[in-house]
């Protein structure tokens, strides 16, 4: 038997053998461009399609693509259209593939443009369970215009487990090749992750892949990905000090230490480092209380980053004003099975 | 089957009932002090008394217990001493058991007071594992003089499996009646936690207790928590929003969350957020990437904390310096078994 040779006191067999053939897709622009409305310079995000290609990252969501007039004039900065004049400005060609997300709602098959006319290769589309026959249309559609696609659940915490059981079924009697588990509020403990991941590929094709998009409300989210890579996940999404909405999201240095894979390289992640931690403290992405509790409590975190925004710091008063019509736990040992 | 209450689409049977016999100790003043060399005033100090007594902890760790003259005079605050006037001070008689912790070399037998003489239940020994025989003697006396005691044993991701199997020896015959997994340098992930739990627990007779003290570097301290309380843990370590030395502890709120029982309430935790962000702020404890790398590599934190102190942000740089000498990881499959 060998020995972690990190950890020398444990058998290095126990770790899965899935961090060699997991793919890592980094939504550091699309996800982290939420705290600042996409306003990146082109030199930083030129500069982090660098980093991403020479860590071996597999694949870069480089913003979303959204439809004209969605946003006022103005509003949001390019990486929230990802036009391809501005996308020529900061990649070239190299062995990392490109991902821009589109939104439900705000963008339709139409303001698709052909694969040949652009450095995106994968459409991932980002919808609610209802609106999963739609979202199988547009993505079909960004199919036959010659795109990979990936579809994204979001919020499947707050689905009964009828509702997953529905789009698992429109997923898999799709065309769509790639499917995310997406945990929108990090409301999920690894158990969680376990249970739908299997759920997941137990009801998809076995040539469906699928993956976890995961938030860090509770600390869970590199750890949920760890449990994920476990299970058999084909790839995991992380971005750069784990920059994203609210608590953010899968830190990908964090990932890379971990698959601790000639092919991934953490150092021209950490070579980043600086720049990232001075948009931390202006941005001010990560653990904070509110948060935990509407990670903990299921629902979306803006009103926690709208409290924090406001500098209302009364953690107690928020835990009041969310728990107060919630149903009870209930208090008593599960049942068995 | 029924549904989990929050996450509704998993089943709640899923979930541990060890989460309802866990044991929770809180080390928000002992570890904490670490950032502040324990200058906690008596006001808040007392608060977290109150605060923790509310939330049904059941074990507060309000210092350590040091010999005079171990540190120069005005060189760190009360609770690195934990005299008896300064307890007395900021305690009354609770539900809440109180502790402090011994380091090895910095405390002999002939310091210790009688437990009639005290307010402190229960002394925790932390020890390196060529320490163990020595802490051992030293735990024995502390029980003879009425104490409960707890042995520590730091660091053990740097012991290999003989030395771990040694010090248990010593451990399982002694008349130490609890034990805790030390992830010192957050070394860990939760496959290294399950493992080292089993073979705590495979060691140690059945009327010994094992814990978990578990640190930050990775942000896997709390999922680190999450799998010890599916092995069966019979106490964990947590503290208020993580305070503790670099990357910090698990977070206490969060734990409680988990926990989900009416015996632990959040709440007057949560209450005391606006004061430990606030010292957050000034202290600076929590995720920074000096602290993943030297959480990943297993070496102690202090000169990424010395690094951040001196305004040292090259965190490729300190990547290089830190593993220019180490032996490459072994890129294979692992071996089974």
Known sequence: MGLDYRVRCVPDGLITDRR???????????????????????????????????AGVDLMEIGYQTAAG?????????????????LLDVVRPSGMKLAAMVDMGRFRPEDLRPKRDSVID???VATYARDAAAAVDLLHAAQELGYDVHCNVMAVTTCNPQE??????????SRVPNVAVVDSFGAMYPHHVRYLIRKYKNWLR?????????HNNQQTAFAN??????????FVDA????????????????LLMYLDDPKHDPRPVLELGPTFIELRNSLKWGYQLPYAITGWLNLHPK???????????????????????????????????
């Open 164 to 173: 997953v059981d529905q789009f698992l079924a429109i997923l898999h009697d």
């Open 239 to 254: 971005s750069i000090t784990g920059m994203g909405r609210g608590a953010g999201n899968v830190p990908l240095e964090l």
């Open 70 to 86: 969605v946003h006022p004039n103005g509003a949001v900065g390019p990486w929230k259209y990802c036009r391809e004049e501005d």
């Open 206 to 214: 076995s040539d469906q892949k699928v993956g976890v998009h995961l």
């Open 20 to 54: 060699r053939t997991v793919q890592v897709l980094d939504c550091t622009i699309r996800d982290g461009g939420i705290c600042n409305d996409w306003f990146f310079d082109k030199p930083l995000v030129r500069s982090v399609f660098e980093a991403l290609a020479a």
């Open 225 to 234: 990905a760890i449990a994920a890579i476990d299970e058999g996940v084909d």
């Open 303 to 337: 009103a926690g980053i709208d409290r924090l925004k406001l500098g209302n710091f009364e953690y107690a008063g928020f835990w009041d004003t969310l728990t107060a019509n919630r149903p009870r736990p209930r208090h008593h040992r599960p049942e068995p099975g």
């Open 122 to 124: 994968v459409l991932r």
